[in-house]
């Protein structure tokens, strides 16, 4: 058995929060609406936890936590650049509307997908492109799972992509905006300290990835979400795990470097 003293805190929550992620299927009601709470909170405490290691917690947490929420209430108030949409009571306390979990959520992938840019291309255009894409394709999966679990609900849920309905086209296109925004935050905090892009964020996007297209595919009747976010998240996901391989895995260490306080 693996000795727990020797598992870093970002390995042992990201691990917690997968295993929520892994009961989320057969519980049901208001326990399923605690597992997604929960989850959200150890992952992106797991990010962020990771991103203090590298040094970069105050940008991470400024671009991701501060800007994503930041961005929600403006969506909430206004409709852009979502549409219009309105969070339910099931996700905890509230403020102004948009539950303060929402806060931990956006870092849990916009860290990793920053980190995945970085291993699989160079150069800050590239990287920033690749970044954006790399978690807006997240919300294939997102939305419509959250939509069918009651989270929140669109008014104007049309024009949407074949087999998902219930989420509007405006609410990716918005995501993919702030996604983009959001990855020029981050690339340029780590085009700053040159960090080296592994450790726990790595196999969490594969992950993520594969568990939600296998989720919504055969656990929670959403195929047409599973198929979308499967093949777009598929983009960079394959390439990733092809970069993985030992004859690519270049000689590197990881995200540590001395602790901090």
């Given at each position: 058995m693996p000795d727990v003293h020797r598992i870093k805190p970002p390995a042992l929550l990201a691990g917690l929060g997968v295993l929520a992620q892994i009961v989320y299927p057969i519980v049901h009601g208001h326990a399923r609406d605690v597992d997604t709470v929960l989850v959200v909170l150890?992952?992106?405490?797991?990010?962020?936890?990771?991103?203090?290691?590298?040094?970069?917690l105050l940008p991470v947490a400024a671009i991701s936590v501060v800007g994503g929420f930041a961005v929600e209430l403006l969506g909430v108030h206004?409709?852009?650049p979502f549409g219009?949409?309105?969070?339910?009571?099931?996700?905890?306390?509230?403020?102004?509307?948009?539950?303060?979990v929402i806060a931990l959520a956006w870092p849990m992938l916009a860290w990793p997908a920053a980190l995945?840019?970085?291993?699989?291309?160079?150069?800050?255009?590239?990287?920033?492109?690749?970044?954006?894409?790399?978690?807006?394709?997240?919300?294939?999966?997102?939305?419509?799972?959250?939509?069918?679990?009651?989270h929140w609900r669109w008014r104007h849920p049309t024009p949407h992509l074949p087999g998902v309905p219930n989420v509007p086209l405006t609410n990716y296109a918005g995501w993919l905006g702030v996604a983009l925004l959001m990855s020029f935050g981050l690339q340029t905090a780590?085009?700053?300290h040159e960090p080296n892009p592994r450790g726990v964020p790595?196999?969490?996007?594969?992950?993520?990835?594969?568990?939600?297209?296998?989720?919504?595919?055969?656990?929670?009747?959403?195929?047409?979400?599973?198929?979308w976010g499967g093949v777009a998240m598929g983009c960079v996901a394959?390439?990733?795990?092809?970069?993985l391989r030992p004859a690519h895995e270049p000689v590197a260490r990881a995200c540590a470097g001395r602790p901090r306080a």
């Open positions: 150890l992952i992106g405490t797991a990010c962020l936890w990771h991103a203090r290691r590298c040094g970069l206004t409709g852009f219009r949409y309105r969070y339910a009571g099931s996700l905890g306390v509230r403020l102004d509307g948009v539950p303060l995945v840019s970085r291993r699989l291309v160079t150069g800050i255009t590239a990287r920033v492109l690749l970044g954006g894409w790399a978690l807006a394709t997240w919300d294939l999966f997102l939305d419509p799972q959250m939509v069918a679990a009651g780590l085009r700053a790595i196999p969490l996007y594969l992950w993520t990835w594969a568990s939600s297209t296998l989720a919504l595919a055969a656990f929670l009747h959403l195929g047409g979400a599973a198929l394959v390439p990733l795990a092809l970069s």
